[in-house]
């Protein structure tokens, strides 16, 4: 069994092994991203196929054009007219060169050529001197709606700068957005979510939308902040200064969007975060792709990015390297989290890449809104802390369910492959929810791991088991400590295998434990 399995996992590691299917299974779903329409290009999104081991390529055709190839379940397109229609398609193909039917067609118009507004023109200077807070601002203010605010090469100094409705905000490559160090420069303090709850903070560099009435994302929309340039959000200097002034849970971070519909993030990279780096909070279609986070050893807590009670997102081909959680997902804490009751949901991430940092993708521990509908695939995780983590505390109650992962390749973690851990210590306020949280439907395919402290870690609660959680393809290696599973309930293991062998299992007041 174990031979056939290694076989196994070998043909799905190089696929040009692999026994072609009769036919060759097609992607589904094809779609454009939220907000990534602009007026020359699109990025395309398909579901692979459920048996994607045999795709090797997936074809994109405009019409009846091949216009590019791709192994990922993405692909951008660019060099397009503006104002005009456009018909995209997309096609597996398996080892051998069969294709499959299209999927589906999918019309796409391109944007209006608008306006393009430089913030020189407006006053601003790039010495990496000049304060340009009001400039760049006033250049935002005026941009016509689909207008773009383009940043140029240089490094701007500026404050808080608040973005709005139907625009874009585009750095140049070499262009820096570099926040000022003078702490007064960021009150008044402005109302928000952090840490689970919702309370006043410093803003950030980057500010888009407010909480808006019943906390529907209805404050801000059509937005897009891109490029090639970076954001320097303060660091540590202005992290500690923040700190010390008004508490370590009231610092600002470097983007920020509240209440917002339709927002795409792309290409930038984000450095010197003086707390979490990107935070989305109550939002919904949002696109990040091809961004790079590299916070490491600034400060405490920089997150790469943070989802707040989100629905219908997408994390795609972007790169962590960060001082905590890279990909988190949140929904507010304990009590307040339950009452105001809005999940973060179907949230899609694909092809990110992960370095330093607490978790690659995290789930909690601030989950009290309930997370559902997650899908994590075709990701890598290098020296990151932990693989996958999911966590929580009995104060927290709660829901995570149908949470699912395929595709995903670690290396030397320094603590765990795969954690699920309800009895999580961590920073607490507030009242504590009714009832604890429910964990059910965490599913694992074709994982694999090479070093980590321990290969998986499942801790229930005595009145609160974690329930059906299955782990198919799941070779782990060279971990100090296997699996450890107490207060689980319907745990399958099939073709898992933890240091060439099918065990070491510490189950523990666990129920319908299997092993395949």
């Known amino acids: 069994m174990r031979t056939l399995f290694v076989l196994s996992l070998y043909m799905y590691l190089f696929p040009a092994t692999v026994s072609p299917a009769a036919a060759v299974e097609a992607p589904a779903n094809l779609i454009a991203l939220p907000q990534t329409i602009t007026t020359n290009s699109v990025i395309l999104w398909w579901e692979k196929p459920s048996r994607d081991d045999s795709i090797r390529y997936y074809n994109i055709y405009e019409k009846e054009n091949l216009i590019g190839t791709t192994s990922r379940g993405n692909f951008k397109v660019d060099n397009?007219?503006?104002?005009?229609?456009?018909?995209?398609?997309v096609r597996s193909k398996d080892h051998r060169g069969d294709l499959s039917p299209a999927c589906g067609s999918?019309?796409?118009?391109?944007?209006?050529?608008?306006?393009?507004?430089?913030v020189v023109d407006f006053g601003?200077?790039?010495?990496?001197?000049?304060?340009?807070?009001?400039?760049?601002?006033?250049?935002?203010?005026?941009?016509?709606p689909g207008g773009t605010v383009y940043i140029p090469p240089g490094i701007y100094k500026s404050g808080p700068l608040w973005l709005k409705s139907d625009m874009t905000?585009?750095?140049?490559?070499?262009?820096?957005?570099?926040?000022?160090?003078?702490i007064e420069a960021y009150y008044p303090l402005?109302?928000?979510r952090y840490a689970g709850e919702e309370k006043q903070t410093f803003p950030a560099l980057l500010n888009a939308g407010f909480i808006s009435k019943n906390r529907q994302p209805t404050a801000i929309s059509r937005l897009t902040i891109c490029g090639s340039g970076t954001i320097d959000a303060g660091g540590a200097k202005l992290g500690k200064a923040q700190w010390k002034r008004e508490g370590i849970w009231k610092r600002g971070r470097s983007l920020l969007i509240m209440c917002a519909d339709q927002v795409c993030i792309e290409g930038l990279t984000f450095i010197n975060a003086p707390n979490w780096n990107i935070h989305l909070i109550y939002s919904r279609g949002i696109s990040v792709h091809g961004i790079k986070v590299d916070n490491v050893h600034v400060i405490k807590n920089a997150d790469g990015i943070d989802f707040s009670s989100c629905e219908n997102g997408y994390v795609l081909n972007s790169y962590f390297n960060t001082e905590d959680d890279c990909i988190?997902?949140?929904?507010?804490?304990?009590?307040?989290?339950?009452?105001?009751?809005?999940?973060?949901?179907?949230?899609?991430?694909?092809d990110c890449t992960t370095f330093h940092g607490h978790g690659g993708v995290v789930i909690g521990s601030d989950m009290s809104g309930g997370i559902e509908d997650i899908f994590i695939r075709d990701c890598r995780f290098y020296g990151t802390w932990n693989g996958i983590r999911i966590k929580s505390a009995r104060q927290r109650g709660g829901y995570v369910r149908n949470i699912r992962v395929k595709n995903v390749s670690m290396s030397n973690m320094i603590y765990k492959a795969i954690t699920i851990n309800m009895d999580y210590t961590a920073y607490d306020s507030g009242d504590a929810a009714a009832l604890p949280p429910v964990y059910q439907?965490?599913?694992?395919?074709?994982i694999f791991c090479d070093g980590a402290q321990q290969a998986i870690f499942l801790q229930g609660l005595n009145d609160s088991y974690i329930e059906n959680i299955r782990f198919k393809n799941v070779v782990i290696t060279n971990s100090e400590k296997g699996v450890f599973a107490k207060f689980c309930r319907h745990i399958r293991f099939i073709n898992t295998i933890i240091?060439?062998?099918?065990?070491?299992?510490?189950?523990?007041?666990?129920e319908n434990v299997e092993c395949h």
């Open 80 to 89: 397009l007219s503006a104002h005009q229609s456009y018909q995209f398609s």
């Open 106 to 118: 999918l019309r796409v118009k391109t944007k209006p050529q608008v306006a393009r507004i430089n």
């Open 190 to 192: 402005i109302n928000t």
């Open 124 to 144: 601003a200077t790039g010495d990496d001197s000049t304060l340009n807070t009001i400039a760049i601002q006033n250049a935002i203010d005026a941009s016509p």
């Open 328 to 350: 988190v997902l949140k929904s507010g804490i304990n009590a307040e989290g339950v009452n105001i009751g809005k999940p973060t949901r179907n949230i899609h991430i694909s």
């Open 441 to 446: 439907d965490l599913y694992f395919e074709n």
């Open 499 to 510: 240091n060439d062998s099918s065990g070491p299992f510490e189950i523990e007041r666990s």
């Open 169 to 182: 905000f585009k750095l140049a490559k070499h262009a820096v957005l570099k926040a000022v160090q003078d």
